[in-house]
């Protein structure tokens, strides 16, 4: 299965920009969609995780406030809202599944995610 990542491109600082990710024919209705993103020369990092049957959303520290996962079960789809964007948001990311949803402790590590997307260039210019 592979998943498709659209809505990246380039951004003035304080822009917004809104990923899509779409896991066609496929359920992962007892899992967890994520994105991740990687800068260059830097390891993949966790940004945004959401349930597909629990009413609760992740995100690290530095996305709070500023970025929104959201989901649509019935087309197996997956957002990622980005408002204010900054230049060290700069990154590809990824959009990641995991069959299986965990708990809160497991999202952010890129070693539960059975699969992963091509990924897609977000670049904010300053």
């Known amino acids: 299965v592979q998943l498709v990542e659209s809505g990246g491109g380039l951004v003035q600082a304080g822009g917004s920009l809104r990923l899509s990710c779409a896991a066609p024919g496929r359920s992962f209705s007892r899992g967890v969609m994520s994105w991740f993103r990687q800068a260059p020369g830097k390891e993949r990092e966790f940004v945004a995780a959401?349930?597909?049957?629990?009413?609760?959303?992740y995100y690290r520290d530095s996305v709070k406030g500023r970025f929104t996962i959201s989901r649509d079960n019935a087309k197996n789809m997956v957002y990622l809202q980005m408002n204010s964007l900054k230049p060290e948001d700069t990154a590809v990311y990824y959009c990641?599944?995991?069959?299986?949803?965990?708990?809160?402790?497991?999202?952010?590590?890129?070693?539960?995610?059975?699969?992963w997307g091509q990924g897609t260039q977000v670049t904010v210019s300053s």
């Open positions: 959401i349930p597909w049957s629990v009413d609760s959303t």
């Open positions: 990641a599944a995991d069959t299986l949803f965990k708990g809160a402790y497991y999202v952010t590590s890129t070693k539960v995610y059975n699969y």
